[in-house]
């Protein structure tokens, strides 16, 4: 059973700093993402990264949000700095299996930014 399980979220102020990990079991993962989807709109991709490395942000995050994996323990994380009151959202993981591309998301993770 394949199971993704967010943590870190929540309550921080403008220019703060927040970190989300996301620890999948039961999966041979070829591609971890992060979205995050605000009130009344879509989902959206915030960061991805493959399992060998190469990464990829939307242009909103860049220089500000990093995310890096441990293939070990099956993690991915966001680093998130300089956060802006616009990235107030409820950010989900997203991990593709290896080979078939199966996708399978987590619950996600409400982070809260206050100006």
């Known amino acids: 059973q394949v199971q993704l399980v967010e943590s870190g979220g929540g309550l921080v102020q403008a220019g703060g700093s927040l970190r989300l990990s996301c620890a999948a079991s039961g999966i041979r993962i070829a591609v971890m993402a992060w979205y995050r989807q605000a009130p009344g709109k879509q989902r959206d991709l915030v960061a991805s990264i493959s399992w060998g490395g190469s990464t990829n942000y939307a242009d909103s995050v860049k220089s500000r949000f990093t995310i890096s994996g441990d293939n070990a323990k099956k993690t991915v994380y966001l680093q998130m700095n300089s956060l802006k009151p616009e990235d107030t959202a409820v950010y989900y993981c997203?991990?593709?299996?290896?080979?078939?591309?199966?996708?399978?998301w987590g619950k996600g993770t409400l982070v809260t930014v206050s100006s």
């Open positions: 997203k991990a593709a299996r290896w080979v078939t591309g199966e996708e399978y």
